[in-house]
Nanobody, 117 residues
Framework: VQLQASGGGLVQAGGSLRLSCAASGSIFSINIMGWYRQAPGKPRELVATISSSDSTRYADSVRGRFTISRNSAKDRLYLQMNSLEPEDTAVYYC????????????WGQGTLVTVSS
């Protein structure tokens, strides 16, 4: 499985951005997909995940502002980010938990989101 993230950019506080992550390869083997972020000088943290049954989970800091989703073909993951805050500035990474033939986690390259105050 390969992952390609896009959609980052510069936005003012209060604005919105939509991140996309295109998955290719053995899509059928993906169980959970998610978005993580890493701000300068901080560890990578969970933003949101979505399971194969479309069950979602969010970090407390983004719940109510961000929405994770994926298309019906399960080969594209999205993160709609509204009411952005300067604290949301980070490199955002998509990932996928693969279960077939063995369990591993695949990461995409990051996409930078910068929120100006």
């Amino acid at each position: 499985v390969q992952l390609q993230a896009s959609g980052g950019g510069l936005v003012q506080a209060g604005g919105s951005l939509r991140l996309s992550c295109a998955a290719s390869g053995s899509i059928f083997s993906i169980n959970i997909m998610g978005w993580y972020r890493q701000a300068p000088g901080k560890p990578r943290e969970l933003v949101a995940t979505i399971s194969s049954s479309d069950s979602t989970r969010y970090a407390d800091s983004v719940r109510g502002r961000f929405t994770i989703s994926r298309n019906s073909a399960k080969d594209r993951l999205y993160l709609q980010m509204n009411s952005l805050e300067p604290e949301d500035t980070a490199v955002y990474y998509c990932n996928a938990e693969i279960q077939i033939p063995v369990y591993y986690v695949q990461w995409g390259q990051g996409t930078l989101v910068t929120v100006s105050s």
